[in-house]
C-alpha cells in the first residue's frame, strides 16, 4: 500500500510561487511514473504534469506549461512541483499520484494507482 503525502500548499497573491512536495512510502518509487492533477471546486480533477521513472521525461499541460516544473529527487522518495507566475485560475486542491511498477506516464487520472490527500493551493488577485 503506498502512501502519499503532500505539502507546501497556501495562499499566494497573482504572480507569486509556491513549491508543492509530495513523498511517498512505497518501495518501488524509483521505478514508478508520478503525476502532478489538481481539481477546483466544481470542476473535474485536471492533470497537471508527469514525471516518468528512468529518463527524466516530463509533460505538462497546456494550462502551466512554462510556469510549472516538476521534478523529483528518487534518492528521497520525493515529488516536487514548483509553481510560478501563479493566476488566480490555478487556485485548486493539487494532488500527487503515483503509476505504476515500469509503466509510462499517463495524462489521465486512471493512469495512477496511488493518490495523496492533496494540498490546498490559493492564488489571490
Known amino acids: 500500500q503506498v502512501q502519499l503525502v503532500e505539502s507546501g500548499g497556501g495562499l499566494v497573491q497573482a504572480g507569486g510561487s509556491l513549491r508543492l512536495s509530495c513523498t511517498s512510502s512505497g518501495r518501488t518509487f524509483n521505478y514508478s511514473p508520478m503525476g502532478w492533477f489538481r481539481q477546483a471546486p466544481g470542476k473535474e480533477r485536471e492533470f497537471v504534469a508527469a514525471?516518468?521513472?528512468?529518463?527524466?521525461?516530463?509533460t505538462y499541460a497546456d494550462s502551466v506549461k512554462g510556469r510549472f516544473t516538476i521534478s523529483r529527487d528518487n534518492a528521497k522518495n520525493t515529488l516536487s512541483l514548483q509553481m510560478s507566475s501563479l493566476k488566480p485560475e490555478d487556485t485548486a486542491l493539487y494532488y500527487c499520484?503515483?503509476?505504476?511498477?515500469?509503466?509510462?506516464?499517463?495524462?489521465?487520472?486512471?493512469?495512477?494507482?496511488?493518490w495523496g490527500q492533496g494540498t490546498q493551493v490559493t492564488v489571490s488577485s
Open positions: 514525471h516518468d521513472w528512468k529518463g527524466g521525461s516530463t
Open positions: 499520484a503515483q503509476g505504476g511498477f515500469l509503466k509510462i506516464p499517463g495524462i489521465q487520472a486512471r493512469d495512477y494507482d496511488s
